[in-house]
Every structure is written in structure tokens, then in C-alpha cells.
């Protein structure tokens, strides 16, 4: 079968401007960790799309150093969700009434529909080549921006909840048969040292 690989990028320092935070000594560990686990995945041709900020790409690094591969495609469509800070709401308060209403959004941030209005070019892009090459895909993203795109774009049930649980990392595989048809998403995230739930 074919497969598209989603990964949530590992354990970051808190420390610092978001697209510039990098692995922590934990988020290290996960990413040699999480390079045995896409192994046993059996993913051999394999285009890799990331997330520019640092954190997404160190964790694929791993992976990507072993199988000799040519560097991750870095693109900005990846980024996590513009969500800024709001004086009467919590982070996670924030985060529920985004997965509530697709429409939701506090203060210069975006609404879960207008990010996914926005990064759906890249996405029908990214998809029509799927489609039409014998590659497996691996997209290393954020955990927010993970839900949105099994949500508005393989209509794959998702939701506050379902973020809850996304652990650092977390790996979401689609697999698809030869004609390109959808067959079932599977969530694995075991056997990954130090994995690490918010």
C-alpha cells in the first residue's frame, strides 16, 4: 500500500522564538528513536516535505541522514497555525473553541478554515503528485496543523479530543491502495523512547 506519513515533531525548549526552538535532549532522543519507526513502516521511496521551523526538521533529520536521502523539502504551508496569545483565554482554551468553531480566532491569528483555505494549494499539489508517482509521502508538521489536514482535507474525524491525546512525537499513517483510494488511517506511536504527552 501506499502511505502519507504525518509526524508531530518531538520535545523543543520551551525557551525562545517559536520557529527557532530546537530539540531538546528528550526531542533528541525521539528523533533516533522515531528514525527505527518509520524503518519498520518500510518507507524506501519517500518524499519528505517539513515544516520550516527547527524543531520539525531536527526530528526527521535522523531518519533522513540513514536512508542517505535527499534533504526534506522545507515549506512554509507546514508552519504551525497562527495562534496568538489572548488576555481572557488559556492557550487550550483557545485551542477548544478553534476545534468548536472553524471560524474562531483571537485577535492577528487565523481561523482553522481560513489556514486551511490558505494551505490548500500546496496540499492538492502535494497530492496530485502522490497520486500519479510511486512515492510514499512523510510531511513533519505540528500538532494543530496535523488535525486540520485529516480534517478539511481526507474528511478524517478530528477534533479537541483527538488533539489532546497527539503526543511528541506522534505518527499518523494513510494508506492508500493502487488506484489511490483511501483505506484506513492508523495512529502508532509506540516503542518511541521518551515519548512525551502535553
Given amino acids: 500500500m501506499k502511505k502519507i506519513v504525518f509526524i508531530r515533531h518531538g520535545k523543543a525548549a520551551m525557551a525562545g522564538q517559536d520557529n527557532e526552538r530546537e530539540l531538546d535532549e528528550d526531542g533528541i532522543i525521539q528523533a533516533k528513536s522515531l528514525k527505527k519507526k518509520l524503518n519498520e513502516l518500510g518507507l524506501d521511496n519517500t518524499r519528505v516535505y517539513s515544516s520550516?521551523?527547527?524543531?520539525?526538521?531536527?526530528?526527521?533529520?535522523?531518519?533522513?541522514?540513514?536512508?542517505n536521502a535527499n534533504k526534506a523539502i522545507i515549506t512554509s504551508d507546514l508552519e504551525e497555525i497562527h495562534m496568538p496569545k489572548d488576555e481572557k483565554l488559556s492557550k487550550h482554551q483557545i485551542i477548544e473553541k478553534m476545534w468548536e468553531d472553524e471560524l474562531f480566532k483571537v485577535g492577528n491569528g487565523i481561523s482553522h478554515s481560513e489556514h486551511f483555505n490558505k494551505i490548500k494549494p500546496f496540499l492538492d499539489k502535494v497530492f496530485n503528485k502522490f497520486q500519479s508517482e510511486n512515492e510514499d509521502i512523510i510531511m513533519i508538521t505540528?500538532?494543530?496543523l496535523i488535525g486540520i489536514i485529516l480534517k478539511f482535507f481526507f474528511n478524517i474525524k478530528f477534533g479537541f479530543n483527538d488533539w489532546k491525546k497527539m503526543t511528541m512525537p506522534d505518527i499518523y499513517t494513510l494508506n492508500f491502495d493502487k488506484?489511490?483510494?483511501?483505506?484506513e488511517m492508523k495512529r502508532d506511536n509506540t516503542n518511541i523512547e521518551r515519548i512525551f504527552s502535553i
Fill in 179 to 183: 488506484d489511490n483510494n483511501f483505506v
Fill in 142 to 144: 505540528h500538532g494543530v
Fill in 52 to 67: 520550516p521551523f527547527k524543531r520539525a526538521v531536527q526530528t526527521i533529520e535522523p531518519f533522513l541522514s540513514e536512508k
